[in-house]
């Protein structure tokens, strides 16, 4: 599998736009969604999501020689420390500019997923989609920071809990307990709806 994912980011470096295409495909569902949750809601009023994944694509595709990543794991968690930090700007850049949502025109990010089931669901059962992603976001933004954090890294990144210990400097017994809680948390969340 890593000759298989080197060859694929050797032939991307080249440009072959099938290689491409085939690197950021598998990652795009989670992209979406790492984005989404790391925005919060002041940003998600203020960009529409699916833009700041087409922004991070593009950063990404122009950089792939930076990419030192030898297993489609590694390329992951560089594709999303990309988007964090142009979350991160983006957050910076309204908080700078003091910019109020309710003088800013943009239109509510229906999420590509829900576009792309749109010619499956009836308008009725798109709308209850639409609900059902509004209520888990409005319930992971209820999380305190190292809930959230914890849940994105193990759900959204697939990190193992040796991997989240050794970047939080918490033991694995530790990241164990602070999953279960941050689950057990969010699970209340989403009974508050």
Known sequence: MTDDFRSLLERARR??????????????P?????VRVRSGAALRARERCSDLVQT???EVLNDLDGADCE?????????YAVALHKIVRKAEYHAAQKRAVEREATPVDDGVL?????TVFTPSRAAVAREEVDRIERALDALPEEFRDVIVQARLLGMSHQEISAQTGRSEVAVRKLLSRARARLAIELEKD
């Open 30 to 34: 989670g992209l979406r969604a790492f």
């Open 71 to 79: 297993a489609p794991e590694e390329f992951r968690r560089w594709l």
């Open 114 to 118: 829900l576009d792309a089931y749109a």
């Open 56 to 58: 991070v694509c593009r």
């Open 15 to 28: 440009g072959d736009r099938e290689a491409r295409d085939a690197l950021l495909g598998d990652h795009l």
